[in-house]
């Protein structure tokens, strides 16, 4: 998504509330403090990151159990910067994703990757990430005596699925 993109759907802070509420919360919510299944958002009108339970009349922050729990930041931030995770090809450094956010300090930077990072290695979102990864010739592991030249490849097996071979290399 470039970044033309992104300012057309997330347009300003409500709208990106929406979409988190939205993702999270698309099979309904039950209450935290009375146990109520809700099948209908309800939000509180002075705060959108607040949602209602109409039940025991409590509310309770749409946020919480996200990366976006504690944070003081425009979620708007947050996407795109999951956004630059996402498309970046060899990854992207902290300090690049301080320069390119326009953020003040390294450390919100450095926190806020941290996060991403650590929501992305998380099991109930592992099918989310899980992908067939391709390699089609490399050496691993430094480099290697001339004499004791491997080669990785893959082949296929009898199930259809591509498995990681060393062979050794034709002279």
Request: net charge positive; proline share 3%; charged share 35%.
């Amino acid at each position: 998504m470039t970044y033309f993109e992104f300012t057309k759907r997330f347009p300003d802070e409500e709208s990106a509330i929406d979409f988190i509420v939205e993702t999270k919360y698309k099979d309904g919510y039950v209450c935290p403090k009375c146990g109520c299944v809700h099948n209908k958002i309800y939000r509180q009108n002075y705060d959108r990151r607040k949602l209602y339970c109409n039940n025991c009349k409590s509310e309770f922050s749409a946020l919480k159990g996200t990366i976006f729990e504690r944070t003081h930041l425009d979620l708007r931030m947050w996407l795109y910067a999951i956004n630059l995770v996402n498309v970046s090809r060899k990854g992207i450094s902290a300090l690049q994703l301080q320069r390119e956010m326009g953020m003040g300090s390294y450390e919100s930077a450095w926190r806020m990757l941290h996060q991403i990072r650590k929501a992305m290695e998380n099991e109930e979102y592992k099918e989310t990430f899980e992908a067939i990864v391709e390699i089609d010739e490399t050496y691993v592991g430094g480099k290697p005596r001339k004499e004791n030249r491997l080669t990785i490849a893959t082949r296929m097996t009898r199930t259809g699925r591509r498995e990681v071979v060393e062979r050794p290399r034709r002279p």
